[in-house]
Every structure is written in structure tokens, then in C-alpha cells.
């Protein structure tokens, strides 16, 4: 077998491996997504029964925050059957940035739910409520199981997915939320301390500010294409411009990428002769594969530039 036809090979069952496993990832995805998102809604309800029998801000808090979870979810969720649609003629890339959406309105639902939180736990510094500790603590604790179990179904997943990953900001940010509500319980039913509950839900509000600014800053990076965080441009000229001395420079280099796992770029190679073309560009393709960009236009040229025309 002729070295072009190895390149060629090993070149298709990369793909195909890639491919299998992106989609049993997807799938395992989906599922954690689904059920997760079950989980939460049915809790939100309850702890939001809870915190008005109770009176207990940390616990209102605490279900606002799940809203923004089990919406986070939902949306995820969507987001990733949207992504199994093909590409058609509107959308040529399929619809894989849904995803993206989807965890950059998540991040927005969060900054939202703190405006709302700081608000009424101000308003309790000034006039305290009395609030039902047993009932409180019960609650929460039921909370801080549920999100330990939806956390590391979560935590199953595919990491490097936006869309897991904002999810578990969310219910991290949650667990914690548990946490503090379990705490201003403890303290009001032994202390009385009932400033404690609008203070520990300010903490619970800085929680949530984090997770927000971090999901709304990642996928703005990506709906914006900016260069995929994990890829170094210079480094990877460098690396191709050793694959043959035929190669004289790499330039018009772009990179992007459709959500955080399919990455794009597009390079202009130039060349001292044109002779080996196709093994050259197979070679190319390979290693940027395995660098993992899923998609690469490359055009290799001769002392010819398309951005010369422009100047012409």
C-alpha cells in the first residue's frame, strides 16, 4: 500500500472512531441531561413549597437558583436533539451551536436570579422575617442529597461539552446553596440568628454571579469565533510547516469552532512546487485531525495569494 493511501486510510478511521465516539458521548449526554432535569424540576417545586410555609429566604433562594438549573437543563437538552438535525440549505454546519445558545442564555438566567436574591435579602436585613427551621432544615438536606446525586450524574459526562459543563455550574452552585441553607437553619433554630438567612443567601448569590459570568464569557467566545481556547495558531503553523520542506510559509490562518468540541479552521499553504500536491494535503489534513480539528479547508498555492486579488 502506497503512502498516500496509508495517510488516506488512517485519515478515515480516525474519523470514524471520532465519530462513534462523539455520538455514544452525545447520547450518554442526553440521557444524564433528561433525567437530571427530572430530578431538579421535581425538587424546585418542592423547595419552593418549602421556602413560603417556611418563610425562609435561603430556601426561595435556594429554588430560584433550581429554576435557573432545571431551564439550564431543559434547554441543554434541547439543545442537543436540535444538534442530531442534519445540515440543510439555511444551515450548513447542521445546528450543533444551539448548544452554545442555549448555555449563553443560562448564564444570563443566572445573573437574573442574583438581581432578584440581593433584592429580597436586603429587604430582610431591614425587616426580619421569622422563619421555620425544622422545616427548613429538612428541606435543604433533601436538597443537598438530591444535587450530590444529579451532580455526579452530571459529572459522568462529557466534560469538555459546554452544555454539561454549564449544567454543573449550575447544580454545583446549587449543592453549595444546600449547603448554606443547611447552615442558617442550624443557626436560626439554635441562635435565633435570623439575619443569618439573608446573609447566607447573599453567598449563595456571589455563587451564582460566578457561574453566570463564566458560562455568559465561554460561549460569547464561541458565538463571536474566537480562537478555540485549547489551540495555540503559532504552534500548529510551526508543527505543519515541518511536515515537508516543500512547504515555504503557512499564512491566513483562521480557527473557530461550532461549540467547544467541533473546531473549524481554514490556511493558506504556499509552496516551492506544486509536484505531490494530493499526498501534501492528505498529510495536512492527518495532522490536524489529530490535533483535533474536525474541520480544515486548506489551500495550498504557488507563489499565489486569493487576498492579492484584493490589492490588484
Known amino acids: 500500500m502506497s503512502q498516500s493511501s496509508k495517510s488516506e486510510n488512517a485519515t478515515h478511521q480516525h474519523g470514524h472512531q471520532h465519530a462513534h465516539t462523539h455520538n455514544h458521548a452525545?447520547?450518554?449526554?442526553?440521557?444524564?441531561?433528561?433525567?437530571?432535569?427530572?430530578?431538579?424540576?421535581?425538587?424546585?417545586?418542592?423547595?419552593?413549597?418549602?421556602?413560603?410555609?417556611?418563610?425562609?429566604?435561603?430556601?426561595?433562594?435556594?429554588?430560584?437558583?433550581?429554576?435557573?438549573?432545571?431551564?439550564?437543563?431543559?434547554?441543554?437538552?434541547?439543545?442537543?436533539?436540535?444538534?442530531?438535525?442534519?445540515?440543510?440549505?439555511?444551515?450548513?454546519?447542521?445546528?450543533?451551536?444551539?448548544?452554545?445558545?442555549?448555555?449563553?442564555?443560562?448564564?444570563?438566567?443566572?445573573?437574573?436570579?442574583?438581581?432578584?436574591?440581593?433584592?429580597?435579602?436586603?429587604?430582610?436585613?431591614?425587616?426580619?422575617?421569622?422563619?421555620?427551621?425544622?422545616?427548613?432544615?429538612?428541606?435543604?438536606s433533601i436538597g443537598f442529597v438530591v444535587n450530590v446525586v444529579t451532580f455526579w450524574m452530571l459529572h459522568s459526562g462529557e466534560k469538555d461539552n459546554l452544555n454539561i459543563r454549564g449544567a454543573m455550574l449550575h447544580v454545583l452552585s446549587d449543592l453549595l446553596g444546600s449547603v448554606v441553607a443547611i447552615i442558617a437553619g442550624l443557626a436560626i433554630y439554635f441562635y435565633?440568628?435570623?439575619?443569618?438567612?439573608?446573609?447566607?443567601?447573599?453567598?449563595?448569590?456571589?455563587?451564582?454571579?460566578?457561574?453566570?459570568?463564566?458560562?455568559?464569557?465561554?460561549a460569547l467566545h464561541i458565538l463571536l469565533e474566537g480562537v478555540p481556547k485549547h489551540l495555540d495558531i503559532e504552534s500548529i503553523k510551526h508543527q505543519l510547516a515541518q511536515l515537508d520542506e516543500n512547504i515555504e510559509s503557512i499564512h491566513h490562518v483562521h480557527t473557530w469552532s461550532l461549540n467547544e468540541e467541533e473546531v473549524l479552521m481554514s490556511l493558506h499553504v504556499n509552496v516551492k512546487s506544486l509536484d505531490g500536491y494530493d499526498s501534501l494535503l492528505k498529510r495536512l489534513h492527518l495532522h490536524l485531525h489529530e490535533l483535533g480539528i474536525q474541520h480544515a479547508t486548506v489551500q495550498i498555492e504557488n507563489n499565489y495569494c486569493s487576498s492579492r486579488l484584493e490589492q490588484d
Do not use: C
Request: proline letters at 4%; hydrophobic letters at 60%; glycine letters at 6%.
Open 26 to 140: 452525545d447520547n450518554s449526554n442526553e440521557k444524564a441531561l433528561r433525567i437530571a432535569f427530572l430530578i431538579i424540576f421535581v425538587f424546585m417545586i418542592v423547595e419552593t413549597v418549602g421556602g413560603i410555609v417556611s418563610g425562609s429566604l435561603a430556601l426561595l433562594a435556594d429554588a430560584g437558583h433550581m429554576f435557573t438549573d432545571a431551564a439550564a437543563l431543559a434547554m441543554a437538552w434541547g439543545a442537543f436533539v436540535a444538534a442530531r438535525r442534519p445540515p440543510d440549505r439555511e444551515h450548513s454546519y447542521g445546528h450543533k451551536r444551539y448548544q452554545v445558545i442555549a448555555a449563553f442564555v443560562n448564564g444570563i438566567l443566572l445573573l437574573f436570579i442574583v438581581v432578584l436574591i440581593v433584592k429580597e435579602a436586603v429587604e430582610r436585613f431591614v425587616e426580619p422575617h421569622q422563619v421555620d427551621a425544622p422545616m427548613m432544615l429538612l428541606i435543604a
Open 192 to 218: 435565633q440568628w435570623m439575619w443569618m438567612d439573608p446573609l447566607l443567601s447573599l453567598l449563595v448569590a456571589a455563587l451564582i454571579v460566578r457561574s453566570g459570568v463564566y458560562l455568559v464569557k465561554d
